[in-house]
Nanobody, 115 residues
Framework: QVQLVESGGGLVQPGGSLRLSCATS????????MGWYRQAPGKQRELVAT???????NYGDFVKGRFTISRDNTKNTVYLQMNNLKTDDTAVYYC?????????WGQGTQVTVSS
């Protein structure tokens, strides 16, 4: 069974930073692209960022240079560094491992941006 274990969410003030982490098994990490998605209450889940096994990245339009996705192949972990957080960034953030055949999701981690 594939497991994606997310961590790093929490409460932060506007303008602050958080780093999310998502760890999985080596067999998955070496073969799958990884991504972060988010879902705010009453809204659809949306793309935040993705990164391929080769390190190519893609970001949602709203990111505007504030977030950075990266992967550490020695730790089988993908990170999302989030800077200059805004109240609109409040959501549950989900990690995803995906290929052309399969998608796997983590359980989600809550990020709340509030003063």
């Amino acid at each position: 069974q594939v497991q994606l274990v997310e961590s790093g969410g929490g409460l932060v003030q506007p303008g602050g930073s958080l780093r999310l982490s998502c760890a999985t098994s080596g067999s998955i990490f070496s073969s799958y692209s990884m991504g972060w998605y988010r879902q705010a209450p009453g809204k659809q889940r949306e793309l935040v960022a993705t990164i391929t096994t080769g390190g190519h990245t893609n970001y949602g339009d709203f990111v505007k240079g504030r977030f950075t996705i990266s992967r550490d192949n020695t730790k089988n972990t993908v990170y999302l560094q989030m800077n200059n957080l805004k109240t609109d960034d409040t959501a549950v953030y989900y990690c995803k491992a995906f290929s052309i055949w399969y998608n796997y999701w983590g359980q989600g981690t809550q990020v709340t941006v509030s003063s």
